[in-house]
């Protein structure tokens, strides 16, 4: 069966290819900014994950399952999405600083033609050790804080931040792979 994997993200490609090594990527249009956070993370990253995977799976008519995920940073009850510039990027990693965030991410996952839906989410709590004014400058004038919810890549040069975590290591990264492969088998047995 064709998998299709509804993002640009290439930490998503690499996350995916470790289930399967036979998918494509079509990039989804969907506007994230058209659905309002209503104070219910789960249901937020589900509704922002099923949102770009239906963008894809309407319009594919033969057999198929299309993958949506969505990754945000949450912060005393407050969404942390990507920084806008670089100012913004350092006012993030302050306030994580020495303090414990979570990282939610929703999964979506349609088969095709019958569009058939099932979503979960993963929750992961993330604890920041204290950092210096210098090592946050630093960090930023790498640019990789840029594209990533709430500042920084679990996966990266922000991975000595991480003091403590408690969940799925993947889903920080943007992809919790077991659940995902739940939800794949799911479909693929029916």
């Given at each position: ?15 995916l ?23 219910d ?6 509704e ?7 963008d ?9 399952l ?10 005393d ?7 806008s ?9 302050k ?9 939610y991410?929703?999964i ?7 569009l058939?839906?099932?979503?979960d989410?993963?929750m ?6 204290q ?23 679990i ?5 000595v ?11 920080v990264?943007?992809?919790p ?7 794949i088998?799911t479909?693929?047995?029916?």
């Open positions: 069966m064709n998998i299709i994997l509804a993002s640009s993200s290439p930490r998503r490609r690499e996350l290819s470790r289930i399967t090594q036979n998918f494509d990527v079509k990039i989804s249009d969907f506007d994230e900014n058209s659905i309002n956070f209503q104070g993370f789960g249901g937020y990253v589900k922002l994950s099923y949102n770009k995977a239906m894809i799976a309407k319009n594919i008519s033969e057999e198929a299309v993958i949506g995920a969505d990754t945000i940073v949450s912060l009850h407050k969404v942390l999405g990507k920084p510039d670089e100012e913004e990027a350092i006012n993030m990693i306030a994580l600083s020495g303090r414990t965030h979570e990282v991410s929703g979506t996952v349609i088969k095709t033609p019958e058939t839906t099932l979503s989410f993963a992961t709590s993330i604890k920041f050790s950092l210096s004014d210098e090592e946050i400058l630093n960090y930023v004038k790498t640019k990789e804080p840029l594209d990533k919810a709430g500042a920084y890549g996966q990266g040069l922000a991975g931040f991480v003091e403590e975590i408690h969940g799925c290591y993947y889903n990264v943007g992809l792979l077991n659940k995902l492969k739940k939800l088998d479909l693929t047995l029916k």
